[in-house]
Nanobody, 129 residues
Framework: QVQLVETGGGLVQAGGSLRLSCAASGRTFSSARMGWFRQAPGKERDFVAA????????DYADSVKGRFTISRDNAKNTVYLQMNSLKPEDTAVYYC??????????????????????WGQGTQVTVSS
């Protein structure tokens, strides 16, 4: 089992920044892909960003490109999401997720929430206008 704990959420004004962290523990998979998703009230869980196990490949939802940056520190088993120029529509619960097998870690599945094997509890991000 893998445990994921997200931190860094909070309330920020539009145009501000936040940095989310997600620490993984337990039986982590060495080649795991990691991702961030978000879910606003009454909406589905949407893909935000993903990063390959080496950090050499990243991908973003169109709505956050140029504003958000995903990174990881494998020595710390931690993935980060730097969020700049935040907008009210970024308000949501943000979830960290990771894969646990070679099959689920295929890069082409990076935006598919069902391809992730483990999820954190989520952290609330609220952007006021």
């Amino acid at each position: 089992q893998v445990q994921l704990v997200e931190t860094g959420g909070g309330l920020v004004q539009a145009g501000g920044s936040l940095r989310l962290s997600c620490a993984a523990s337990g039986r982590t998979f060495s080649s795991a892909r990691m991702g961030w998703f978000r879910q606003a009230p009454g909406k589905e869980r949407d893909f935000v960003a993903a990063i390959s196990w080496s950090g050499g490949a990243t991908d973003y939802a169109d709505s956050v490109k140029g504003r958000f940056t995903i990174s990881r520190d494998n020595a710390k088993n931690t993935v980060y999401l730097q969020m700049n120029s935040l907008k009210p529509e970024d308000t949501a619960v943000y979830y960290c997720a990771t894969t646990g097998t070679p099959e689920s870690s295929r890069w082409r599945e990076r935006s598919n929430p069902t391809s992730y094997d483990y999820w954190g509890q989520g952290t609330q991000v609220t952007v006021s206008s």
